[in-house]
T-cell receptor, first 115, second 112 residues
Framework: SQKIEQNSEALNIQEGKTATLTCNYTNYSPAYLQWYRQDPGRGPVFLLLIRENEKEKRKERLKVTFDTTLKQSLFHITASQPADSATYLC??????????????FGKGTHLIIQP | DSGVTQTPKHLITATGQRVTLRCSPRSGDLSVYWYQQSLDQGLQFLIQYYNGEERAKGNILERFSAQQFPDLHSELNLSSLELGDSALYFC???????????FGSGTRLTVV
């Protein structure tokens, strides 16, 4: 069956360091992968989208890599700040050409940036 | 404000009842998606509408239904409610398949 796995344990990072979150998937051939941020009780907020033919994407302090051979995406936040503390979700849509068009989300990794 | 409006924000109702959740997508977005989020299951895709037509179904129960109206707003109907239906229900919209989704702030449903 299709699975998206993110580290369910909270990730504690010291302020100023780089936080790296992992998203692994199985039985998908995704056309693209997305990352979202979610704060408690609020809707997810779109951060970045990376396509299958892209290896890396950057936006300000954020960087995403996408390795379709390893079936893995890494999400980096450089110069992390306490305000970056949130749950980060990885999401995939397949490219089967039909069927479900909705994104499937991982359960997310809770990131805590400590001052 | 994300541009996606969901009402009501909170809803408390009894088992066996029926409720309707409403969503207005971001201006210009033709696709509307409904998601359910509970603590143990994470975000679960329920259903997608595109320009008034049902496009895809996910893990939506038969007791649940949805529609999208000509003005593109959407409603999610939940009937014969059970305690386990208590969750956050999110609506999202997008302008295309390869774009990020814009989520609303959600409706917190509590079934007692």
């Amino acid at each position: 069956s299709q699975k998206i796995e993110q580290n369910s344990e909270a990730l504690n990072i010291q302020e100023g360091k780089t936080a790296t979150l992992t998203c692994n998937y199985t039985n998908y051939s995704p056309a693209y992968l997305q990352w979202y941020r979610q704060d408690p009780g609020r809707g997810p907020v779109f951060l970045l989208l990376i396509r299958e033919n892209e290896k890396e994407k950057r936006k300000e302090r954020l960087k995403v890599t996408f390795d379709t051979t390893l079936k893995q995406s890494l999400f980096h936040i450089t110069a992390s700040q306490p305000a970056d503390s949130a749950t980060y979700l990885c999401a995939l849509r397949g490219n089967s050409g039909g069927g479900a068009d909705g994104l499937t989300f991982g359960k997310g990794t809770h990131l805590i940036i400590q001052p | 404000d994300s541009g996606v409006t969901q009402t009501p924000k909170h809803l408390i109702t009894a088992t066996g009842q029926r409720v309707t959740l409403r969503c207005s997508p971001r201006s210009g977005d033709l696709s509307v998606y409904w998601y359910q989020q509970s603590l143990d299951q994470g975000l679960q895709f329920l259903i997608q509408y595109y320009n008034g037509e049902e496009r895809a179904k996910g893990n939506i129960l038969e007791r649940f239904s949805a529609q999208q109206f000509p003005d593109l707003h959407s409603e999610l109907n939940l009937s014969s409610l059970e305690l386990g239906d208590s969750a956050l229900y999110f609506c999202a919209s997008s302008e295309g398949n390869k774009r990020g989704y814009t989520f609303g702030s959600g409706t917190r449903l509590t079934v007692v």
